[in-house]
């Protein structure tokens, strides 16, 4: 019998680090920035490996939120309800919520005394 080759996506497979997109690339190079700001100051001190280390410590968490995605599982409730979300939409969606400053709350209204009561 004779090979024949079967059609599968090649797009994406050009790139020498498949790990690296655009917005990941972006991400760390804020990262490393405000871990460059970090690395003066404790270049000032004399602790010159100290900051080249927070500095790459930022790199990292800047291409870890803007590459990684929150795992998807059913054991935790916050897992359950974000899983497979990009990291930095669950950051910029806890940014917003927490900027509203609004407090939501239940109450009935008791119609004899004609007092507030919380609702437990």
């Known amino acids: 019998m004779g090979t024949h080759?079967?059609?599968r996506e090649v797009s994406?497979?050009?790139?020498i680090l498949y790990?690296?997109?655009p917005k990941g690339i972006a991400y760390a190079l804020?990262?490393?920035v405000i871990g460059l700001v970090f690395r003066n100051l404790f270049e000032i001190v004399g602790a010159s490996l100290v900051g080249w280390t927070v500095a790459i410590l930022?790199?990292?968490i800047g291409w870890a939120i803007g590459q990684g995605k929150i795992p998807d599982s059913s054991?935790?409730?916050f897992f359950r309800k974000v899983g497979g979300e990009p990291i930095e939409t669950v950051i910029k969606r806890f940014i917003k919520f927490n900027r509203a400053k609004k407090i939501y709350v239940n109450k009935i209204?008791?119609?004899e005394n004609k007092e507030d009561t919380p609702n437990t």
């Open 5 to 7: 080759l079967i059609p």
């Open 12 to 15: 994406g497979e050009g790139r």
């Open 19 to 21: 790990i690296f997109t």
């Open 30 to 32: 804020v990262g490393l």
């Open 58 to 60: 930022f790199a990292l």
């Open 75 to 77: 054991t935790n409730t």
């Open 109 to 111: 209204v008791n119609e």
